[in-house]
């Protein structure tokens, strides 16, 4: 199964600013998903990121709010923007990968202050 | 769409309980259905899964049955342990390539000795 190395594990920001979590998975790989889990809730899909082409975004996300990068088949990026305390969460990427079906990276748990 | 509903917690059994935790789906084709879960301060982790009817996952004491008639795939094991403490989410793949995953809202257990 392929092996996903996400950065940073967590930070603290300030309400306004933007975060940029990264994904490395250490195979080629076609599709890409980025997940929400808010505390105590659920994983929520926010996008699937597909490489060179636009990432497809589930209802109630924005590409404005939650541009992301796919430049090549082992990285992408989600970038959390103008964020008020409400973004506050745990942010994951996940593929599709090996006889497990499904890779996780660590997440990323991101406050905001 | 395909959804996933999950028994809410939190559970709380004592040492060497029997656990089951239920889970039930909606899905169109023929999905896979897993398993996840998480422990505190970690990441997810899949704990077992099932890819066709009358499948049963395995993993670590616990067992789950892909049964297609009642839609359903519950979480059981026979004897909890207190490392067993963790949050359990089903999860649903419709099968499709490129689909992500579909989780419910998981469940909570709480192990006490």
């Known amino acids: 199964s392929a092996v996903i190395s996400q950065k940073p594990s967590r930070d603290i920001c300030q309400r306004g600013t933007s975060l940029t979590i990264q994904c490395q998975v250490d195979?080629?790989?076609?599709?890409m998903f980025w997940y929400r889990q808010q505390p105590g809730q659920s994983l929520t899909l926010i996008a699937t990121?597909?490489?060179?082409?636009?990432?497809?975004?589930e209802s109630g996300f924005v590409i404005d709010k939650f541009p992301i990068s796919r430049p090549n088949l082992t990285f992408s990026t989600l970038t959390v923007s103008n964020m008020s305390p409400e973004d506050s969460s745990i942010y994951l990427c996940?593929?599709?990968?090996?006889?497990?079906?499904?890779?996780f990276g660590s997440g990323t748990r991101l406050t905001v202050v | 769409g395909d959804s996933v509903t999950q028994m809410e917690g939190p559970v709380t059994l004592s040492e060497e309980a029997c656990l089951t935790i239920n889970c039930t789906y909606t899905a169109t084709g023929y999905p896979s259905l897993f398993w996840y879960v998480q422990y505190p301060g970690e990441g997810l982790q899949l704990l077992l899964k099932a890819t066709k009817a009358d499948d049963k996952g395995s993993n670590k004491g616990f067992e789950a049955t892909y049964r297609k008639e009642t839609t359903s795939f519950h979480l059981e094991k026979g004897s909890v342990q207190v490392s067993d403490s963790a949050v359990y989410f089903c999860?649903?793949?419709?099968?499709?390539?490129?689909?992500?995953?579909?989780f419910g809202k998981g469940t909570t257990l709480s192990v006490s000795s």
């Open positions: 195979s080629q790989v076609t599709m």
């Open positions: 999860a649903l793949s419709s099968g499709q390539a490129g689909t992500a995953l579909i």
């Open positions: 996940s593929v599709v990968s090996g006889v497990n079906g499904y890779t």
């Open positions: 990121a597909n490489q060179g082409s636009e990432a497809t975004y």
